[in-house]
Every structure is written in structure tokens, then in C-alpha cells.
């Protein structure tokens, strides 16, 4: 007696009860459709937000679907804030975001590289590594307007920073900090250790590896979470607008010492404006803060496929 | 004897060197200890300031808030309820559909489709959140008054779903981590044993990645608490006790922004009231934070 025979004996006699048992295992595979189908509408959902998003900018900026006014033009960034809405811009803001995100890189890439390198090649376990290490998970997940208060008190009272450039490059750069500790350190353990091993065998000393070999090996990488560190440096409103980043500068910062704007701040000023040409205005500026967000990805992404390797 | 002292001196040099580069990079691994030091110390000790003109117990059991009102009153609540009321709208939007999103990656999408969508859905969480602020404000709001009139301008509805979405990707990248670091013998066992897609999925692989999948919830929802400028923009400046999704409420992150935006002076009340906040603010992402790691330490499965 064959197997099938035995149970269509025992238990499954009738032609009914075998049609049950067909239906229930379509059923069984059905719900795997469903949560499919849940899963495409999931995606999409948040994809279709997107691009409402991104049309609804474009078209609001540069009326280019509805046949509005086109809140673009050579006068956005040429011309600074004003009350008016057809003679503000974005002149003062864009400055000031060039300006402190030069220096929230040159603060956080080279140490943040270094705590790295420290983490990966010299630290030994003990204690004052995996304090380090739990930190910097920690400080990752610490809301971006409690670094305003820290950049606040510490930079801009106990330091007499002020409201400065300066002040807002230091306070962002420890918020970014952790992004590129983390993206450096994950670059620089891929690294092979027979090349390392190569370096020593070669009589080169701990420091001479890590500049000569580890670092060029893996700095396809670094650049890469770097980059992407900066964009979100780039974005950042809260923490600026903490340490006491204005609203309304209607000049361009003489020195790193002098108050500013960034365009984040002017975007969220533009916004809180009742007036519906100022949202207009508002669109223009994100518009062109997410055309800068987007060429950096980019590169970004160029940088990784162009430094991609395979051991 | 010269000989040697010359071939050792280069390398006395470079040992110096080297010592002082590995000075230099403790130097650098160490800012991230001083960063959390200023963080603790800078809230502790304003916030220390604040309660020594405003009592604890006030802070805790008014039900008011309105310190910039020439009638003050320090009651933390309307703050506190307005931060968990946008936190879970998000959290309805953000952990079902990201849940859902990365169980639809880990177990039934094909390759070329999750390389295709987890960027594309990375573009999400790359967004600015004053961008959001803006769409809640100008797209959502709008849109959503046609279905409820009585809708405020500003709202806590509208700040919290748009909230959810930027979470989306959130969940789903880090709670297909988890679902994909479970092994592939879990799935050839429960298919051996004549489960379905939908059953392997559900009922063997989520809950053996369940300790991640709750930690990268608990970590979208201490974002949600930590999130400022959308609703800044689009929840409103009005602190009141309510759970009324569709009136301006005021959250703690709002306050800080409405506080800052003004000239404070150093030393003022309202200048300690902003640490006070902040340091609450802090608390509530700290445990969480400490919670999700607990989470993954306790509950992971560990498989060989």
C-alpha cells in the first residue's frame, strides 16, 4: 500500500476533504501574495510621498506645471532676504552654508578619521576603547537639537563664540562626528590584514602602514560615509537655529567669527512666513538645497563604484 | 660606536613620531568622550539652575506651560503628551509599513528588486526634515482637510504622518538587518517541513529576528521624540494637555526652537527653561536608546 493510499485510508476519505485540503494550501499560499502585494504598496507609498513631494517643489518654485510665477531666477541668489517677497533671496544663506560646512569638514574629517584609525589599528580592548565605543554608538542615536544646547553653552557662552560660524561649523561637526567614525572604521576593517602583515614584513612601523596602506586602501570608503556625513551636516536646521543661527541676515559673513544664516534656517523662516509668495520662495530654496544634496550623492556614490575592491 | 649612534638616532625619531601620532589619534578618539561629557555637563548644569528657582514638583504636576507668559507656569506635561502624541501617529505610519516593507525584502523580494528599492528608499531618510516640516505644512495639511474640516492649520496629525513616512525607511533598513542576519538553515528547515513563503516569513524568520526588529522600533521612536523641525513647522507653538490629533499642540524640540528663535538672554529663566526641557528631552531618548541595545543584547538568538 503506497503512502497516499494509507492516508486516503485512514483519514481523507472523501473527494470533499481532499478539495478542503487543495484550498487551504492555496489559501496558505495566497496570504504569501497578500503580504507581497503589502509589501509592493509599503514601498510604494513612501516612494509615491516622494515624488508628490518632489513635484509639488518644483511646480510651487518654478510654477513650470500650474503656469505660476517662476521664484527661481538669477535674483534668488543674487539677492538677500527682505520683507518683500519679490526682492528675497537666498544670497546670504547659501554663503553661510558654504561657509560652515567648509568647516564642519575640516573639523570632522580629519579627527574623525583619526578616532578611527585609533578604534581600528592601535586600540587594544580595554577599558578606555570600549568606553569610546559604546559612546559613539550612544552619541549616534542623541536627538540633533541637543547638540544645538551643547554647541550653545559650550562653544557659544564658555568658549565666547557667539553666535558665529564658528560656532555652528564645531556644534555640527560633533554632530557628524559619529557617522564618519562609524563609515571609517567599517572602510578601514575591510582592509585585508595580509596587507598589513606585507607592510611589517617590509620593516615599516605601525604609522607607516596606516598611511601607506591601510588608508589608501580604504579611502574609497571613508570618503564615501564622509560625504554622506556632510550631506546630512548640510540639511541640518535644529541645531543651528539652538546656538542662535539668525533668520534674517540680510549681508554675507565677513569673517568665521561673524553671525550667519544657512539655507535649512531660511527655508524654515521662509515657511513660518503667512504670505503664500514667501512658501513659493520657500520651494526655490529646497529645491536648490535637494540639487545640492543630490550632486553630492551622487558623488558619492561615483566614488564608491569608482574605489569599489574585491580581495 | 658612532655608527650605531647614527643608525639609531633615525630610528629614535621615527619611535617619537610615532608616538606622537598615536597621541594625536587618542586625542581624537577621545572627543567623542568630551563630547558626551559637555552634552551631560552643559544640561545637568543649567537644568541644576532651573530648579533652584522653579520646584521639581511644580515641573512635574502643573499642568500648564507658559513661561513666556507674564503669568508663568513650569508644568512639563503639555510638552511631554504633544511629544508622544506626533511620535505615535508617526509610529502608526512608520512601523507597519516599514515592518511590512522589510519583510517584503529579506524574504520575497528577489535581488535585483531589494538592490533597486533600498536605495531608492535610503533617498526617503535623506531628506532634509525641514523639507518635511514645509510638505506637512503646504501639501499634507491641506489634503487633509478635505476629510476633516475642522482641522487647524497646525496640527499634530499631519506633522506626525509625514514624521512616519521619513521613518519608513528607517524600520524597514534596520529590521531587514535583522531578518536577514538570520541564517539560511532556519529557512531550508521550515520549508523542509512544508511551510509556505508567507509561513517561513511570519512565523519562523520574524520571530527569530524579532530582538532586532523591536530595537529598530524603539530607535525610530526615540528619532520620532528627537525630531524638531517638522513639527516645529507643522505642529503648531500652542502647549495644551490634549490628545486631540487635529489642534496645535506644542512638543519639547518646538519649544526649544520657539525659545531659541527669540533673543534669550544668558542667565534668564527662559534661558534655563531651554536645558530644563532639553534635559528631559535627553531622558526620554537616552532610555530608549539603552532600552533597544538591551533589547539586542538579551534577546538575541544566537545562531553557529
Known amino acids: ?311 | 660606536m658612532a655608527v650605531t649612534e647614527l643608525r639609531r638616532q633615525p630610528s629614535l625619531l621615527r619611535a617619537a613620531f610615532e608616538r606622537f601620532i598615536q597621541v594625536l589619534l587618542v586625542f581624537a578618539a577621545a572627543i567623542s568622550i568630551l563630547t558626551t561629557a559637555g552634552i551631560v555637563f552643559s544640561l545637568v548644569f543649567e537644568t541644576i539652575a532651573f530648579f533652584s528657582e522653579v520646584s521639581i514638583v511644580e515641573f512635574l504636576t502643573e499642568t500648564e506651560w507658559t513661561p513666556l507668559f507674564s503669568i508663568k507656569k513650569y508644568g512639563i506635561w503639555p510638552l511631554v503628551t504633544a511629544t508622544v502624541l506626533t511620535s505615535a501617529i508617526a509610529m502608526m505610519v512608520a512601523v507597519p509599513l516599514g515592518l511590512i516593507a522589510a519583510i517584503f525584502l529579506s524574504e520575497f523580494a528577489s535581488d535585483n528588486i531589494r538592490r533597486t528599492v533600498k536605495p531608492l528608499l535610503e533617498i526617503l531618510a535623506g531628506i532634509p526634515t525641514v523639507v518635511y516640516g514645509y510638505f506637512a505644512l503646504t501639501t499634507i495639511t491641506p489634503f487633509l482637510k478635505n476629510f476633516i474640516p475642522t482641522l487647524s492649520i497646525f496640527n499634530s496629525l499631519s506633522a506626525g504622518l509625514v514624521m512616519g513616512v521619513m521613518l519608513i525607511p528607517f524600520v524597514a533598513s534596520l529590521s531587514e538587518d535583522a531578518l536577514s542576519a538570520v541564517p539560511n538553515s532556519l529557512r531550508e528547515a521550515a520549508y523542509g517541513l512544508g511551510s509556505t513563503r508567507f509561513e517561513v516569513a511570519v512565523r519562523v524568520i520574524t520571530p527569530a529576528a524579532i530582538s532586532g526588529i523591536v530595537a529598530s522600533i524603539v530607535l525610530a521612536f526615540s528619532r520620532a521624540i528627537g525630531e524638531t523641525m517638522i513639527v516645529a513647522i507643522a505642529a503648531g507653538q500652542n502647549p495644551r494637555l490634549t490628545f486631540d490629533p487635529t489642534v496645535p499642540v506644542m512638543t519639547m524640540t518646538s519649544y526649544i526652537v520657539q525659545v531659541s528663535l527669540g533673543d534669550t538672554p544668558y542667565g534668564s529663566l527662559s534661558y534655563y527653561t531651554l536645558y530644563a526641557v532639553g534635559f528631559t528631552l535627553f531622558i526620554f531618548t537616552f532610555i530608549l536608546n539603552i532600552f533597544s541595545y538591551w533589547m539586542v543584547r538579551k534577546f538575541r538568538e544566537v545562531y553557529d
Open chain 1, 1 to 311: 500500500m503506497s503512502a497516499q493510499e494509507q492516508i486516503s485510508v485512514t483519514s481523507r476519505t472523501s473527494e470533499q476533504a481532499r478539495g478542503q485540503d487543495v484550498a487551504r494550501l492555496k489559501w496558505r499560499h495566497f496570504k504569501g501574495r497578500i503580504l507581497s502585494a503589502l509589501g509592493w504598496f509599503s514601498i510604494l507609498f513612501g516612494l509615491g510621498m516622494l515624488v508628490v513631494l518632489i513635484f509639488d517643489v518644483i511646480n510651487r518654485a518654478t510654477g513650470i506645471f500650474s503656469g505660476g510665477t517662476n521664484w527661481l531666477t538669477w535674483d534668488f541668489f543674487n539677492n538677500f532676504d527682505s520683507r518683500f517677497a519679490n526682492r528675497a533671496g537666498a544670497k546670504a544663506a547659501i554663503v553661510g552654508t558654504l561657509y560652515t560646512i567648509s568647516l564642519t569638514i575640516l573639523f570632522s574629517f580629519p579627527l574623525g578619521v583619526a578616532a578611527a584609525i585609533y578604534l581600528e589599528e592601535y586600540a587594544r580592548d580595554n577599558w578606555f576603547s570600549r568606553i569610546v565605543e559604546i559612546n559613539i554608538s550612544n552619541l549616534a542615536a542623541v536627538p540633533s537639537i541637543i547638540y544645538g544646547l551643547l554647541g550653545l553653552q559650550v562653544f557659544a557662552r564658555w568658549l565666547f563664540l557667539g553666535r558665529s560660524i564658528l560656532t555652528g561649523a564645531l556644534t555640527l561637526a560633533l554632530l557628524v562626528m559619529p557617522i564618519i567614525i562609524v563609515a571609517s572604521r567599517e572602510s578601514i576593517r575591510a582592509v585585508p590584514s595580509s596587507l598589513r602583515q606585507a607592510s611589517y614584513a617590509l620593516g615599516a612601523t605601525r604609522w607607516q602602514t596606516v598611511w601607506n596602506v591601510v588608508l589608501p586602501q580604504s579611502i574609497g570608503g571613508i570618503l564615501t560615509g564622509s560625504i554622506l556625513a556632510v550631506s546630512r551636516a548640510i540639511g541640518e536646521t535644529a541645531p543651528l537655529i539652538t546656538i542662535g543661527a539668525l533668520t534674517f541676515v540680510p549681508f554675507l559673513p565677513r569673517n568665521i567669527l561673524d553671525i550667519f544664516t544657512v539655507l535649512p534656517i531660511q527655508i524654515f523662516n521662509w515657511t513660518s512666513r503667512p504670505q503664500d509668495d514667501f512658501r513659493s520662495l520657500a520651494a526655490a530654496g529646497i529645491l536648490v538645497l535637494l540639487a545640492i544634496l543630490l550632486t553630492i550623492n551622487a558623488l558619492a556614490i561615483y566614488l564608491r563604484n569608482r574605489y569599489q575592491k574585491r580581495y
